[in-house]
């Protein structure tokens, strides 16, 4: 991802990790969803989709479970942001984690393997190349809800 680390979705991000850590909780899961502010949500489970699929692409955004945990907040949130490039990472989603379901997979057979790579790497190729774009976007819609909300 090419945000500086000063970006606002990092920061947001950082923020929600350090009010967690200084709580003693984790920083990730349900409690973070109640302690954390709307705001630092939306940053975190953009980050925690960006950096898997980035990482390992969709097959490792599902594989670590975060399609289960997180999935169909982030769903819920880019509907509503309804930007050009939240369109087309729900596309994404919803086509990455009906064509590939984690408990389908035998991890020893290669063959498996492959054909999950086949499926799944035309989606995370797309999305490597409006990904810069997509964070943009959100920062934007952020900036805004920000400054509306007179937070900034």
């Known amino acids: 991802m090419s945000l500086s680390d000063d970006a606002l979705l990092h ?9 967690m850590t200084r709580l003693g909780l984790p920083t990730h899961g349900e409690m973070r969803i109640l302690v954390c502010s709307f705001y630092q949500n939306v940053a975190t489970l953009v980050m925690n989709y ?19 945990d997180e999935g169909q907040d982030l769903l819920k949130i880019l509907r509503f942001i309804d930007g050009e490039h939240c369109r087309k990472v729900v596309k994404l989603i ?18 498996d393997w492959g054909a999950v790579d086949r499926t799944l790497s035309p989606l995370d190729t797309e999305f490597y190349s409006f990904n810069d774009e997509f964070c943009a976007e ?8 920000l400054e509306l909300n007179g937070k900034t």
Do not use: C, F, M, P
Not at 11 to 19: H, N, P, S
Not at 50 to 68: C, F, K, M, P
Not at 138 to 145: D, F, G, P, T, V
């Open 11 to 19: 920061k947001l991000y950082d923020a929600g990790d350090l009010k």
């Open 50 to 68: 960006t950096s898997q699929v980035l990482n390992g692409g969709h097959q490792q955004w599902i594989d670590n479970e975060y399609a289960e």
């Open 94 to 111: 919803e086509q990455a984690t009906r064509l590939y379901k984690r408990d389908d997979i035998d991890y020893d057979d290669e063959e």
């Open 138 to 145: 959100i920062e934007s819609w952020l900036n805004k809800q």
